[in-house]
């Protein structure tokens, strides 16, 4: 599926179907706004998306694994676009609507990792959980995180480093500490003490909470 | 002390912190710098004459950096060096494990335009981990010599020697990107004219926000040109998101990582130890030492409340051994689960269980308490003995001699094998004096007089205590320092010191304080900033007394009772987090982070012990011997002029009322100031003469030792404190400490007296 006008129509029978467990032909029509039209809820019917019986429409297997991914997207660029992007709500909605047409899978998953895998958009509406979810929600942790989460002997990469402080951000990075490089945490208690390469680094709370990871 | 003309040019070591720079100076040099296992040894730059070669040539050490942009007063002093107005090349030193971090620092040696050969230090660490270097690869990509060595057994220094003459500019050229090299180019047409070093690289650090080198260049440049800079850095900074410092150092270190994965290999690690030694450890030595652990802690604490204990009592002999099972029973299980599967070498063992969470503090407590039995029991307590009353004892009256004997321990059996009848070398000074001039005169009473002559008080005291304390202290402090310990220590305290506006690096200069305050107050350097450097010379002159002090105290306290000494340790320990929590809210500026280098655990090497023991000992008698004579003489002149009556009478409304002790004891505070140990032993002195047959009172004792530790610090730490701090900030702390300290000896005084 690659036409927008398709995918917005069956984002909104999916939002429909939230609100209320059926979705009337015609409220779905008057509610529609470009570029779908009329026109393409034939051409939703005859790919075997949508089933039209009288006056309801109902989605297919596949029209719902497919207005499940479109909704996932959608919500999760929501996400991105007010927590990490502090976008304003009415642009949010207007570009969360581009984004959603042009993620591929792969970097879904990769929002959805960053931001903790997410349960619901910013309007509070459940985010349909993908893949990557369950696999975190057996692992619990989320793969970025700060330091301080680590256990003691996991390994990590370090990912990005966030400081409000200049000067910290040179003394780690003269010392080696830059994203990209391997580490250990040794241990957390009195101090953390992290093992990058042959080296031995003693760092405090303040700083182990500015230094993202991810396991490896 | 050496022309620059002389030389033909200068040979700079330079590295990151904690790589055997000052190993190698020693030996291209013959001349002794301190040498540890901790970064931040060196703080100031040496000078020496290269031996081997012809013509003078004159090498330097500098204190380790990571980036030649510098963070702390250290790295400072080293860039600067880089930095002065005459023909160098540089040794860079490098960790061969860490090279990583060693490429940092050669790509902006590079970038300064100067020649290079590259060290490739503790070659045999890097093979004992597995891993290795294609030296070949690499010194063909950056055209410079690269040598192996291993500092400390001398392998490769003559490989070093001979190829200083062929050093090269290492070919590195890192493009920083289009936004940056535009930038480097404008900065660099600004700086036009300064020639001294290559002016891309000056760019590139005006760029990275380097003040200390805008400090340097502002009176060079037209007025001006350093704003335009600023613009030029505004102007490039909007493009990133990220400080410009970070993203330069992003590219440096993406390229020195390509490089690095081009010539270092690792492969699969394996465990080194003989399966015999681990099993030694792990089935015998671990539990034993942890067994003696808890029996320690148990018998130590226990020692607290001896008074409320029946002596002989079956309790006193059953629960020490209780917990020295316990103890070893931890251990041994926690050792085993952790590391006996993981392969662990022994150092690396040594190394995480020293910075254990729970395990470390025990550890720490029987360090503290062997240290004791070394610098406060054997060696403010035996040595002196003997050194003061039967090496050098009295002029008036023999010592009677001492024996020589082999004391068996356990079975507390003593062989005799001889008795040496030498009387003290006062007594054969006065003897002979008194052939020449009558004990009355006035020079016999100057250099051999009881209570004030040159030879009979300042060369004994000198002498005969503070040299074994001293002595013994340094022994125990260098084993701590070439084990590693040091810097594990700062893990620990790191929580604590932070109350203080300190962090736990600071640990390094106030331990080293313990030692001497002097060479300590140099040492506060390595901390990142002002702040945190006034709070530790404040500390370091109020309340960490040094090891002759300390050495003093805890022998005469411990003669009087253990609960004593508690009192004491806790009085200076309360007053040094109280005044450390006062100044680090009275005092403006942030508090900055701990991040430090952990250097592996290693066997400390004996010769180096004893070489720096006698190097510092060495410097501490010259320092100390002129000073007590001094002090003595002051003593003499000021006791035959009347003017210490007098003094003692100014002070009399303190001493005697305020802190309850007799009047005498003030001149032993006018002379802690040229030494405190000194002042120490003659207020130890006074009390002892007063205390007459009923003994010494322990409240005055305790009151007048407390006073004096935190009372202003000795002539030579203060000289250094002006010297690092200014004379305004060190006289402001004088100010404060001088009342500070009598006002809690007072509070102590009115306390003790409540029970």
Same mark, same amino acid.
């Given at each position: ?216 | ?52 070669? =012809? ?83 690499? &010194? ?34 890192? =493009? ?59 102007? *490039? ?39 015999? *030694? ?144 030498? &009387? ?11 052939? *020449? ?13 009881? &209570? ?300 003790? &007296?409540?029970?």
């Amino acid at each position: 599926m690659t036409e927008p006008g398709l995918e917005e129509i069956l984002e909104l029978i999916w939002t429909m179907k939230e609100e209320s467990d059926t979705v009337e032909k015609d409220v779905l029509i008057k509610r529609m706004k470009p570029p779908a039209k009329e026109s393409m809820l034939k051409t939703l019917t005859q790919d075997g998306y949508v089933k039209i019986t009288d006056t309801k429409v109902e989605f297919t297997n596949k029209g719902m694994a497919d207005a499940r991914l479109i909704i996932r997207r959608h919500r999760l660029a929501e996400r991105l676009l007010n927590d990490v992007l502090e976008v304003k709500e009415d642009t949010m909605d207007s570009s969360a609507c581009e984004f959603e047409h042009f993620l591929d899978e792969e970097v879904t998953t990769s929002i959805c990792t960053l931001l903790g895998h997410p349960v619901s958009c910013p309007h509070g509406k459940a985010i349909p959980p993908g893949e990557c979810c369950e696999k975190a929600n057996k692992e619990i942790r989320p793969v970025v995180m700060p330091l301080t989460e680590l256990r003691s002997g996991d390994r990590a990469k370090i990912s990005y480093i966030v400081t409000r402080y200049h000067e910290r951000l040179d003394r780690l990075s003269s010392m080696g500490l830059l994203p990209g490089v391997q580490i250990r945490l040794h241990q957390r208690q009195p101090t953390y003490v992290i093992q990058m390469g042959e080296t031995q680094i003693a760092l405090d709370t303040a700083i182990a909470r500015d230094i993202y990871v991810r396991l490896v | 002390m050496f022309e620059t003309g002389v030389s033909a040019f200068k040979v700079a070591l330079v590295g990151n912190p904690n790589v055997g720079k000052s190993v190698i100076f020693g030996l291209l040099t013959g001349k002794y710098v301190t040498v540890s296992n901790y970064p931040g040894t060196t703080v100031e730059v040496s000078k020496g004459i290269c031996k081997g070669l =012809d013509g003078r040539i004159e090498i330097v050490d500098t204190p380790g950096a990571n980036s030649l942009i510098p963070l702390s007063e250290d790295e400072l002093v080293a860039r600067d060096m880089l930095l002065e107005d005459y023909e160098k090349r540089v040794i860079q030193v490098v960790d061969a494990k860490n090279l990583r971090r060693g490429l940092l620092i050669t790509t902006q040696l590079a970038e300064m335009g100067l020649p290079v050969i590259l060290t490739l230090n503790m070659w045999d660490e890097l093979l004992d981990r597995g891993m290795n270097i294609d030296v070949h690869a690499l &010194q063909e990509t950056l055209n410079i010599p690269i040598i192996k060595t291993i500092a400390t057994h001398r392998v490769g220094i003559n490989a070093l020697l001979s190829s200083i003459s062929s050093t090269g500019v290492p070919n590195l050229h890192i =493009d920083y990107g289009n936004a940056i090299e535009e930038g480097i180019l404008k900065v660099q047409k600004i700086l036009n004219g300064d020639t001294a070093v290559n002016t891309r690289s000056l760019a590139i650090m005006l760029l990275s926000g380097d003040e200390a080198l805008e400090e340097k260049l502002r009176d060079k440049l037209p007025s001006g040109s350093l704003d335009e800079c600023h613009r030029i850095r505004d102007n *490039i900074q909007k493009q990133f998101s990220n400080p410009l410092s970070y993203v330069i150092n992003i590219k440096r270190a993406n390229f020195v990582n390509a490089l690095v994965e081009r010539v270092c290999t690792t492969v699969s690690k394996e465990g080194k130890t003989h399966p015999f *030694i681990r099993g030694v450890l792990f089935y015998f030595l671990v539990p034993l030492a942890a067994f003696f652990i808890g029996y320690k802690l148990a018998t130590l604490s226990m020692s607290l409340i001896s008074s409320r204990l029946q002596p002989e009592s079956f309790m006193n002999f059953i629960i020490p051994i209780a917990v020295g099972g316990v103890t070893s029973i931890w251990f041994s299980l926690y050792l085993y689960l952790r590391e006996y599967k993981e392969r662990s070498t022994i150092s690396e063992i040594l190394g995480r269980i020293t910075m254990h969470p729970v395990a470390a503090f025990p550890i720490l407590i029987t360090i503290l308490w062997i240290v004791y039995k070394l610098v406060g029991e054997f060696g403010a307590g035996t040595c002196v003995d003997f050194f003061e009353n039967k090496v050098f004892g009295s002029s008036l009256t023999p010592s009677g001699g001492f024996d020589i004997y082999i004391s068996i321990p356990f079975i507390k059996k003593i062989y005799n094998i001889t008795h040496v009848n030498f &009387q003290g070398f006062n007594y054969y000074c006065g003897l002979l004096a008194q052939k *020449i001039i009558s004990k009355d005169s006035i020079v016999f009473e100057l250099f051999l007089n009881e &209570q004030s002559g040159l030879i009979q008080v300042g060369l004994t005291y000198a002498i005969a205590i503070v040299f074994p304390i001293v002595g013994f202290f340094f022994l125990a402090f260098g084993i701590m320092e070439d084990s590693g310990y040091l810097p594990r220590l700062a893990v620990m305290v790191d929580k604590v010191f932070k109350r203080i506006g300190l962090n736990g690096k600071a640990v390094l200069p106030m331990v080293l304080g313990l030692g001497c305050d002097t060479m300590a107050t140099l040492t506060t350097r390595i901390l990142n900033t002002k702040k945190e450097r006034i709070i530790a010379t404040l500390l370091l002159a109020l309340a960490i007394p040094c090891s002759a002090q300390l050495g003093v105290i805890s022998g005469v306290l411990g003669k009087i009772s253990g609960i004593y000494f508690a009192i004491y340790v806790f009085v200076i320990g309360t007053q040094l987090l109280f005044v450390g929590y006062l100044s680090s809210k009275v005092l403006p500026g942030t508090p900055s982070d701990f991040l430090m280098e952990i250097p592996p655990f290693r066997m400390p090497k004996l010769s180096n012990i004893f070489i720096k023991t006698f190097y510092r000992v060495h410097w501490f008698l010259k320092e100390a011997v002129p000073l007590f004579m001094l002090g003595t003489l002051a003593l003499f002149v000021a006791t035959k002029l009347g003017v210490l009556s007098l003094i003692e009478r100014i002070g009399a409304p303190v001493t005697k009322n305020f802190l309850g002790l007799p009047v005498e004891t003030t001149h032993g505070f006018i002379l802690g100031f040229l030494r405190r140990d000194y002042g120490a032993v003659s207020i130890f002195k006074v009390l002892e003469e007063k205390g007459g047959d009923k003994g010494i009172n322990p409240e005055q004792l305790l009151v007048s030792l407390v006073v004096i530790t935190l009372f202003i610090p000795c002539l030579a730490n203060f000289l250094v404190m002006i010297k690092e701090q200014g004379a305004k900030n060190a006289f402001l702390m004088f100010a404060f400490i001088l009342p500070y300290s009598i006002l809690i000896g007072g509070i102590l005084r009115v306390i003790l &007296q409540q029970f």
